[in-house]
């Protein structure tokens, strides 16, 4: 067991996601949203009956984000972005959103001013049409911040910076907390890793699940630099994602995928859970109001 994990890694629950993805957890509820994209499944686990429940959605959605609104969230789908009531599983369109012909959503944060950030990347993931959007409350539709994109993935604010990756390119970049500026983006390598999703800790570890990689990628950000650290081996061939959550946000939470998995391990498309010895940073909300 590495110093980073102070528990076993375990999966949770039965479910078994073709594409599990962008976990969230909500602190106000003391509950864990995610998304099985491939299956329009919406999933919450709540750790204190130890039950998930499990909803259907009619788009294909990336995400399920935290909103100012308790147990209303916010829908990233492939028909536009929505506000979703839980309690009554029903949605309001927000907006659509002009994403290139051939592109679906994949990455979605909330940033700390609470407005929403996606990427969007081609369906047959080959080519660079992806795209990364802005999207605050008051605005008609997102706003388009940089193009020529392979596949979006990680979203994480530090030091007055916004952190993200091209898992086609293997990069990570760093821009402007408030908007991303193509011309003036720091660029850093993953290696021989294909980032996918991020996690940071309070004091600045990055962790980003790395697709087929059996892996998680533990990077330490500091005064703008992305310095690696080490890889944490889990058992699943496809992580995805990763939160943190738990009561004082110490626990990981890990998403993984089955598809295009040709003989699947008893645990790829599980969701994993880890306790660790760092802190974990809030989600944050979207603003449903506009100021």
């Known amino acids: 067991?590495?110093?980073?994990?102070?528990?076993?890694?375990?999966?949770?629950?039965?479910?078994?996601?073709?594409?599990?993805?962008?976990?969230?957890?909500?602190?106000?509820?003391?509950?864990?949203?995610?998304?099985?994209?491939?299956?329009?499944?919406?999933?919450?686990?709540?750790?204190?009956q130890q039950k998930t429940e499990t909803r259907e959605l009619p788009a294909l959605t990336s995400a399920v984000l935290l909103t100012e609104s308790l147990n209303r969230f916010l829908l990233v789908s492939q028909d536009g972005l929505h506000l979703y009531d839980y309690a009554l599983s029903k949605s309001e369109k927000l907006c659509d959103y002009a994403g290139a012909q051939g592109t679906r959503p994949n990455e979605a944060a909330i940033a700390p001013d609470g407005s929403l950030w996606f990427g969007t990347m081609d369906l047959k993931e080959q080519?660079?049409?992806?795209?990364w959007y802005r999207y605050e409350r008051a605005d008609e539709k997102p706003v388009l911040m940089m193009d020529n994109v392979g596949i979006t993935n990680t979203l994480a604010w530090h030091e007055g910076k916004v952190w993200f990756a091209d898992s086609m390119k293997k990069r990570f970049y760093s821009a402007n907390a408030r908007c991303i500026n193509p011309l003036k983006i720091s660029c850093f390598s993953s290696g021989d890793k294909t980032p996918d999703g991020s996690a940071v800790s309070q004091d600045g570890t990055l962790i980003t699940a790395c697709w087929g990689g059996k892996c998680l990628l533990r990077q330490k950000i500091n005064q703008g630099e992305l310095l690696t650290l080490d890889t944490l081996p889990v058992p699943v061939t496809q992580p995805s994602c990763?939160?943190?959550?738990?009561?004082?946000?110490?626990?990981?939470f890990i998403t993984s995928a089955r598809k295009g998995l040709t003989s699947a391990g008893e645990w790829d498309g599980a969701l994993l859970h880890v306790q660790t010895s760092v802190v974990g940073t809030p989600q944050n909300l979207f603003r449903l109001n506009a100021i």
């Open 127 to 131: 080519q660079t049409i992806g795209a």
């Open 1 to 48: 067991m590495s110093v980073f994990f102070r528990s076993a890694i375990t999966a949770i629950g039965d479910y078994r996601a073709d594409l599990g993805e962008t976990p969230v957890w909500c602190q106000r509820t003391q509950s864990l949203l995610w998304v099985d994209i491939v299956n329009l499944k919406l999933l919450r686990y709540w750790p204190s």
């Open 242 to 252: 990763c939160t943190f959550g738990g009561p004082d946000m110490t626990e990981l």
